[in-house]
């Protein structure tokens, strides 16, 4: 069954919107994919947000782009997109985190969730080991959005990298 195409960027309440000027995890849109692969005129992307005790930084990247966020105490990455697919399909939310200092620790956090336009969801959280990879099969559906989060403390409060990527 075909579907409409929505986006280029949009949400579950408005599908439709214009690629923003801005791109920030403040206009609550987000790029639309046709599940992992490229639109003849868009390629695949998902916004970021990396956020930490220094600053915040957000952008765009490509399926597959590490995105790293450092800070002295904490850093979290945030990875935002919405897809359009006729079957299910599987991305891999992959992290990883590490303290810059030896001896120290890394409290790890994770959690991805999804949504449809036709009801249905999953969310997923875990405090597991600072490095690894989840699949995720998102649905069949004629508009989702899927957000995950890597979130790491340092114990000494003397440094650290999060990593993550879909992949």
Not at 53 to 63: F, P, Q, R, S
Not at 124 to 146: C, K, N, Q, V
Request: net charge negative; hydrophobic share 35%.
């Amino acid at each position: 069954m075909p579907i409409l195409r929505a986006g280029p960027w949009g949400n579950l309440n408005s599908p439709h919107e214009d690629e923003p000027a801005v791109k920030d995890d403040q206009t609550n849109i987000y790029p639309v994919n046709c599940a992992r692969g490229d639109w003849p005129n868009q390629p695949w992307r998902l916004l970021y947000s990396k956020n930490t005790d220094i600053g915040i930084n957000t952008g765009t990247a490509a399926l597959g782009s590490p995105i790293v966020a450092e800070g002295v105490i904490y850093a979290y990455v945030i990875l935002d997109f919405n897809w359009q697919a006729t079957e299910a399909f599987d991305v891999t939310f992959q992290w990883d985190m590490t303290s810059t200092q030896p001896g120290s620790g890394v409290y790890p956090t994770l959690e991805w969730q999804y949504d449809t336009i036709e009801g249905t969801g999953d969310y997923y959280f875990d405090t597991p080991l600072e490095s690894g990879t989840i699949d995720i099969t998102l649905p069949a559906s004629t508009f989702g959005t899927f957000s995950a989060y890597a979130y790491g403390i340092d114990t000494y409060g003397s440094g650290l990298l999060v990593e993550a990527s879909i992949i």
